[in-house]
């Protein structure tokens, strides 16, 4: 892969993280104060929710990491080894605990009978963003899980090669 390709990866990954961190720290906490002043009674859900928007982002963090730490193994030449799969594996790991995340707020907002102002179009719309995050997150982990095992048949191929040579 040209070096160029990595250090532009590379740049997008640390600001994606950053963006994370920023939204971790900041957004995502004034967001939830501010609807809790427009709207007292969301108050009791402010600190559960948050909490699990910043794991869900978290998440995502750990999964960039991992991605970073696989660059830099395509950048030595040493992809197809073992060493590849723990990374992988962390990322599908993120992914599963980003998509439980977004299963419990789903089922919490589905069951749940939390008020609404209005006409109760926010608690809908949030229940589609969860539902909608979920499957994506659920779909992310399946098409990590086939890439895994591509790059076990490569790594594999890759092995015999260097046995015939």
Do not use: N
């Amino acid at each position: 892969m040209h070096r160029l390709f990595i250090a532009a990866l590379r740049a997008g990954i640390v600001a994606a993280i950053l963006m994370g961190l920023f939204g971790q720290i900041v957004v995502i906490p004034t967001m939830a104060a501010d609807e809790v002043d427009k709207f007292p009674p969301y108050a009791p859900f402010a600190t559960p929710y948050v909490t699990v928007a910043i794991l869900g982002v978290a998440c995502v963090q750990v999964a960039l990491v991992a991605t970073w730490m696989l660059l830099d193994m395509v950048r030595r030449g040493a992809i197809f080894t073992p060493r590849a799969f723990r990374w992988v594996d962390v990322i599908i790991g993120s992914s599963i605990v980003a998509t439980l995340l977004a299963i419990g707020v789903t089922a919490h907002l589905a069951l749940a009978s939390i008020p609404s102002p209005g006409d109760g179009m926010d608690v809908i719309s949030a229940l589609f963003a969860a539902t909608a995050s979920a499957g994506v997150g659920a779909s992310f982990a399946m098409l990590i899980v086939i890439m895994r095992s591509l790059l076990r048949k490569a790594t594999d191929l890759e092995t015999e090669m260097a046995e015939v040579v």
